[in-house]
């Protein structure tokens, strides 16, 4: 199984409700990511979580809160989004920390209303 | 911030060769050269990276130069299906850092 999945594909919400995004893989993989990617931009790395711990947090505002349950799962909390949040929020893996090899999920589209 | 440098377009005939250039003039000693791509909607793929020596695999040939300042990346025989933003990295491993890659666009 070399697949990285993503739910939900799409999600609509409001800037005062309080959804998750998940994502998962079963490749025995020990680094998974956040990145974050606007309409006609390069993806922008969010969060990388080494080994279960959060290792890299680029600044990211704190109605984002990552969450890795197991070295399988990958949660991003939202609460309290702005628009301009909108966004298609990509997960990836990869076999170690700092192994540029990374698998990428499809992404959730996010619209904040 | 985004240390490689690439053309925002390029074209190509399917069936022909696709070369896209990529500069990484800053590059230092132990950093490898990675290239991915994104098909529209999807998320990015890796194709292949390297350090020093050309690297070949069955997705797509690396010729990195021998100062290591350049690299290209070929697709042999490009199908339609190869349309997509190609990006080109220096990475020493701690993350990856998109630049705004080259959209290729094959044409039949």
């Known amino acids: 199984d070399t697949e990285v999945t993503q739910t939900p594909k799409h999600l609509v919400m409001g800037m005062t409700n309080k959804k998750s995004l998940k994502c998962e893989q079963h490749m025995g993989h020990r680094a998974m990511y956040w990145y974050k990617q606007k309409a006609k931009k390069p993806p922008e790395l969010m969060f990388v979580?080494?080994?279960?711990?959060?290792?890299i947090n680029e600044s990211v505002p704190s109605r984002f809160s990552p969450e890795c349950p197991n070295s399988s799962l990958l949660n991003l909390h939202l609460h309290a989004l702005q628009p301009e949040d909108s966004a298609l929020y990509l997960c990836?893996?990869?076999?170690?920390?700092?192994?540029?090899?990374?698998?990428f999920g499809p992404g959730t589209r996010l619209t904040v209303l | 911030d985004a240390k490689t440098t690439q053309p925002p377009s390029m074209d190509c005939a399917e069936g022909r060769a696709a070369n896209l250039p990529c500069n990484h003039s800053t590059i230092s000693g132990n950093e490898y050269v990675y290239w991915y791509r994104q098909i529209h909607s999807q998320g990015p793929q890796y194709i292949i990276h390297?350090?020093?020596n050309n690297e070949t695999n069955e997705m797509a040939s690396l010729i990195i130069t021998e100062d290591r300042k350049s690299s290209t990346l070929i697709l042999p025989h490009a199908t339609l299906r190869d349309t997509a933003v190609y990006y080109c990295f220096e990475t020493s491993g701690s993350r990856l850092t998109f630049g705004e890659g080259t959209q290729l666009t094959v044409n039949p």
């Open positions: 979580y080494s080994y279960e711990k959060l290792s």
């Open positions: 390297g350090l020093k």
């Open positions: 990836a893996s990869s076999r170690q920390p700092g192994y540029n090899e990374q698998f």
